[in-house]
C-alpha cells in the first residue's frame, strides 16, 4: 500500500511539473512573439520581379508609378525570424524570405509589393496565400498551401497553381492565356463576354457560362482542378 502511495505521489509530481513546464513555455513564447516592419523602394528600369516566400501571405498590387515598393511585416518567435536576401541580375530583381527551423513557435514574412504595370512578375510560396490586385502583365505564381486570389487583372499570360486551396481569378479585360491549376482545391475564372478557346476539366463538377468556346478565338483559357470544382463564366 506504502509502495502504491509512493507511486501515485510521484506521478502526480511529474504531472505537475510537466504542466509548470508548459505553462511557462507558453508565457516565454507569448512574452517573445515579436512583429515588425520594414519597406524598400526599387527604382530604376526593371525587366522582371521574381519572389519566393517559404512562409507568408503575398500581396501584389499593380499600377504603381513610382517604382517597385517592398512592404514586408516579420514575425518571430524566440528572437528567431525569417531572414531576407535580394539579388538583382540582368534586370530581374530576386528576393528569397526563409525561415530558421523552430522547434516551437512560428516564423513567417508577410510581403505587400507595390510594382509598375508590364513588369513580369513571378511569386512562389511554400505555405502562405497570395494575392494579385489591379495587375495589368505577365504573372507567374503558385503556391503549396495557400489559395489564390485574382481581382482586377489585364494582360498578356497568366499563370496560377496552387496544390490545395482554390484559385479565384477575375479578369478585366480578355487576356492572351488563362492557366489556371489547383490539385484539390476549386479553381474559378470570370472574364468579359466573348469568344475563347477553352479547356475546363474536372473529376468533381465542371461549369462553363456566358462565353463561347471557340477554337479559332484569339483568347485562350485553361482551368483545371483534380479534385475540385472548376467554374468558367463571362460577364457582360
Given at each position: 500500500?506504502?509502495?502504491?502511495?509512493?507511486?501515485?505521489?510521484?506521478?502526480?509530481?511529474?504531472?505537475?511539473t510537466?504542466?509548470?513546464?508548459?505553462?511557462?513555455?507558453?508565457?516565454?513564447?507569448?512574452?517573445?512573439d515579436?512583429?515588425?516592419?520594414?519597406?524598400?523602394?526599387?527604382?530604376?528600369?526593371?525587366?522582371?520581379?521574381?519572389?519566393?516566400?517559404?512562409?507568408?501571405?503575398?500581396?501584389?498590387?499593380?499600377?504603381?508609378?513610382?517604382?517597385?515598393?517592398?512592404?514586408?511585416?516579420?514575425?518571430?518567435?524566440?528572437?528567431?525570424?525569417?531572414?531576407?536576401?535580394?539579388?538583382?541580375?540582368s534586370?530581374?530583381?530576386?528576393?528569397?524570405?526563409?525561415?530558421?527551423?523552430?522547434?516551437?513557435?512560428s516564423?513567417?514574412?508577410?510581403?505587400?509589393?507595390?510594382?509598375?504595370?508590364?513588369?513580369?512578375?513571378?511569386?512562389?510560396?511554400?505555405?502562405?496565400?497570395?494575392?494579385?490586385?489591379?495587375?495589368?502583365?505577365?504573372?507567374?505564381?503558385?503556391?503549396?498551401?495557400?489559395?489564390?486570389?485574382?481581382?482586377?487583372?489585364?494582360?498578356?499570360?497568366?499563370?496560377?497553381?496552387?496544390?490545395?486551396?482554390?484559385?479565384?481569378?477575375?479578369?478585366?479585360?480578355?487576356p492572351?492565356?488563362?492557366?489556371?491549376?489547383?490539385?484539390?482545391?476549386?479553381?474559378?475564372?470570370?472574364?468579359p463576354?466573348?469568344?475563347?478557346?477553352?479547356?475546363a476539366?474536372?473529376?468533381?463538377?465542371?461549369?462553363?457560362?456566358?462565353?463561347?468556346?471557340?477554337?479559332?478565338?484569339?483568347?485562350?483559357?485553361?482551368?483545371?482542378?483534380?479534385?475540385?470544382?472548376?467554374?468558367?463564366?463571362?460577364?457582360?
Amino acid at each position: 500500500m506504502l509502495g502504491r502511495s509512493r507511486w501515485a505521489l510521484a506521478l502526480v509530481v511529474s504531472a505537475a511539473t510537466l504542466v509548470a513546464a508548459a505553462v511557462m513555455l507558453a508565457v516565454l513564447w507569448l512574452s517573445s512573439d515579436r512583429t515588425t516592419a520594414a519597406s524598400m523602394r526599387l527604382r530604376g528600369p526593371l525587366m522582371g520581379l521574381e519572389l519566393r516566400v517559404l512562409s507568408g501571405n503575398v500581396t501584389i498590387v499593380g499600377g504603381s508609378r513610382t517604382g517597385v515598393q517592398v512592404t514586408r511585416s516579420d514575425h518571430s518567435v524566440f528572437g528567431h525570424g525569417p531572414y531576407q536576401r535580394r539579388s538583382t541580375r540582368s534586370g530581374i530583381v530576386r528576393i528569397t524570405s526563409r525561415c530558421p527551423r523552430l522547434v516551437v513557435g512560428s516564423c513567417a514574412s508577410d510581403y505587400r509589393v507595390d510594382v509598375p504595370n508590364d513588369v513580369p512578375i513571378s511569386i512562389r510560396t511554400e505555405r502562405g496565400d497570395i494575392r494579385l490586385d489591379s495587375y495589368h502583365g505577365s504573372a507567374d505564381i503558385a503556391t503549396d498551401g495557400g489559395a489564390i486570389d485574382v481581382e482586377g487583372y489585364c494582360g498578356f499570360v497568366l499563370g496560377a497553381a496552387s496544390a490545395t486551396g482554390d484559385i479565384t481569378v477575375a479578369s478585366a479585360c480578355s487576356p492572351e492565356r488563362l492557366l489556371l491549376r489547383s490539385d484539390t482545391g476549386n479553381v474559378s475564372a470570370t472574364v468579359p463576354s466573348g469568344n475563347y478557346r477553352v479547356q475546363a476539366a474536372s473529376s468533381a463538377r465542371t461549369t462553363v457560362r456566358g462565353i463561347v468556346d471557340d477554337d479559332g478565338a484569339p483568347w485562350a483559357i485553361q482551368a483545371l482542378s483534380n479534385t475540385g470544382r472548376v467554374d468558367v463564366s463571362g460577364r457582360s
